[in-house]
């Protein structure tokens, strides 16, 4: 089953001084590895503003398989670009269908 255009919802657990949830919409799930997500508001980082961040799972041999069964994935994100291959690791939480 395909993540893409799913709502989702990432809570924050690092950094620890980070306010409020993030949404946004997958764009695309890529083989089960990582999830483009479309953020409904763009997040300043250290190197780039982007509404897009790349979410890959936290911990080895974890899918987001997870996710099509309404429980949580712990994840590392990720600001990126269309244009580049440029990234910005930014946090560390975990991700549900919202």
Do not use: H
Not at 48 to 72: A, C, D, G, H
Not at 76 to 89: H, I, N, P, Q, S
């Amino acid at each position: 089953m395909s993540l893409q255009g799913q709502t989702v919802r990432i809570i924050v657990s690092e950094p620890w001084d980070w306010e409020g949830n993030l949404f946004g919409t997958i764009l695309s799930d890529r083989g089960g590895q990582k999830l483009l997500v479309e953020l409904t508001k763009p997040i300043t980082g250290k190197k780039l503003t982007s509404k897009l961040i790349e979410l890959t799972p936290r911990y080895e041999k974890t899918t987001f398989r997870p996710l099509t069964q309404n429980y949580s994935v712990t994840v590392g994100g990720a600001l990126v670009t269309k244009d580049t291959d440029e990234f910005d690791y930014i946090i560390i939480g975990s991700v549900t269908i919202d």
